[in-house]
């Protein structure tokens, strides 16, 4: 779901509610030294369960934090230019998208793009395991494409971080099935979790992660970090929300590993003696219930079950060492694929047909709903897939050529688009034409085109922004597609100043 300025004005409302209500008094926090802090955990949070770390199996601790040393290493996590109440900030958490080829997350106005992790999708169909359908397009898609999209290393190091997931799959899957039996999650209590943990009868069991978040923090290096406001519990490393843009009662699967920040590059963990980072827990706009604070240590695990993400916020507080984690979810995707915009894609130039031998082209369809329809994914495709890419630069195309082809051929459609809305225009403009026919063409398109102008506007500021032009080459921001007036290979122009007056000025006489 996008944020929307009214969802953030509303939260801000929020905010500044419960302080007022607070009056400057804290609210109560417990952590695992408190009196009643088991009692607070099943009573309130009991969507929360806690694997430590002697609960995964060893060499998968090695491999997966090798990984996302090396990941590190390698320069894929970065720093976000995102978007916030209308003025672009930087994250203060360096982050990679990794999971199911072709898969998008969207989050604070930004879209990233999955670097692929490489399964071993031959051997996984042997083992007889159960794929709902986007998943099997995936995979269909990545064996279509050429395996060699990164380097082997960079491939070892997303397989060792889809080796984790199939473990958080299988592990949160055991749960759910145990407490739909009315059973406690064993291996979670054996690690030290939490007390029984009750899933809503009736919620879907959805713990098939198609994609992981990947933080990189370093307290030493985040300027300001704020203070948490309600409890005092400390520094905030990432301050109170839901994660949002996640499919309804899926669980989120987190694993923690702390780190000396000098010795991130040979993967050691040295955080003893140091104060661990800790997950802050709260009911969502509450003053009564006591907050939860669990500190973590290198290889713990903690999931999110059921609807805590919706009734309760979590927040990350800062310890003293730098800290890696993997936030594997079940991402909302219904709109985020690379086969869902193609499809759209189709469907819009369903519209147009070329003649194959002189090359001309026309519109099948006049109709308002057909031509609302084309124009709105015009724009779909360009600002939500094209504009988005690009505004991150050429980090993906650094270390991974997966989504290099994709972009072109949305591109190239987007172009064919950008014809349709010439013949649209051309009909609204043609004299010989039936009046009202004109009159409903114009009225089609009018408001895409405004909308466009408006976002192209918008993009172009944001990539001439003075913190884009802070980054690096490789990382700054492109405004692309991006053409100058007179442009022979354009159909239209890039500035829709002048046609949007043109066709104002034609429904004025109309």
């Known amino acids: 779901m996008k944020r929307s300025d009214s969802s953030e004005r509303e939260k801000k409302r929020k905010r500044q509610k419960l302080l007022q209500e607070l009056g400057g008094q804290r609210i109560p926090f417990l952590s695992p030294a408190d009196s009643g802090f088991q009692q607070l955990w099943e009573s309130s949070y009991p969507g929360l369960v ?3 770390a002697d609960g995964l199996p060893p060499d998968l601790h090695g491999r997966v934090q090798a990984a996302l040393c090396s990941l590190r290493g390698r320069g894929c996590l970065l720093r976000d230019l995102v978007r916030v109440r209308g003025r672009d900030v930087f994250t203060s958490v360096s982050r990679a998208l990794l999971g199911l080829p072709g898969y998008t997350y969207r989050y604070l106005n930004t879209r990233l793009f999955t670097i692929p992790w490489h399964s071993e999708e031959v051997e996984e169909r042997k083992e007889g395991e159960q794929e709902d359908k986007s998943q099997g397009e995936a995979l269909e898609e990545v064996e279509n494409k050429d395996k ?15 080796e984790l997931n199939h473990f958080f799959c299988k592990d949160v899957y055991r749960i759910e099935e145990a407490s739909d039996h009315e059973q406690g999650p064993k291996e979670a209590e054996a690690g030290g979790g939490s007390p029984q943990a009750q899933c809503s009868k009736g919620s879907p069991v959805t713990a098939q992660f198609n994609v992981t978040l990947l933080n ?3 307290p030493t290096t985040m300027d300001q970090l704020k203070e948490e406001p309600y409890y005092g519990m400390g520094k905030m490393a990432v301050g109170w929300h839901h994660d949002e843009n996640l499919v309804s009662f899926s669980s989120v699967a987190v694993y923690n590993y702390s780190c000396q920040d000098d010795k991130v590059e040979g993967g050691s963990s ?15 706009w509450d003053i009564n219930t006591p907050g939860l604070a669990v500190p973590l ?7 999110l079950r059921d609807d805590l993400n919706r009734t309760h916020q979590h927040c990350v507080l800062a310890g003293e060492a730098a800290r890696f984690s993997s936030t594997h979810r079940v991402a909302e995707c219904s709109s985020g694929t690379l086969e869902y915009i193609r499809r759209r894609c189709e469907e819009a130039l369903e519209n147009m047909s070329t003649n194959p031998d002189t090359g001309a082209r026309n519109l099948h369809s006049l109709s308002p709903s057909a031509l609302q329809l084309s124009e709105e994914i015009h724009n779909e495709v360009e600002f939500e897939w094209l504009r988005q890419y690009w505004f991150q630069g050429r980090r993906y195309s650094r270390f991974c050529s997966w989504w290099n082809k994709p972009m072109e051929e949305l591109e190239e459609s987007w172009r064919e688009m950008e014809s349709m809305t010439q013949l649209t225009l051309a009909v609204a403009e043609d004299d010989s034409c039936e009046e009202q026919r004109r009159k409903e063409v114009a009225e089609a398109l009018l408001p895409a085109l405004t909308e466009r102008q408006q976002h192209r506007l918008t993009w172009k500021e944001r990539c001439e922004s003075r913190l884009a032009q802070t980054l690096p080459p490789e990382e700054a921001p492109i405004n692309r597609p991006y053409w100058c007036d007179g442009d022979p290979s354009m159909p239209l122009p890039f500035d829709l100043t002048d046609i949007i007056s043109r066709v104002e000025s034609l429904l004025w006489k109309l």
């Open 297 to 303: 240590q290198t290889g713990d695990c903690y999931y």
């Open 216 to 218: 990189y923090m370093d």
């Open 270 to 284: 040295e955080d003893a003696g140091r104060a661990p980072w800790r997950l802050g827990l709260k009911v969502a």
């Open 50 to 52: 806690l694997r430590r």
């Open 148 to 162: 060699a999209c990164c380097d082997q290393e960079l491939r070892a190091a997303c397989k060792a971080l889809w």
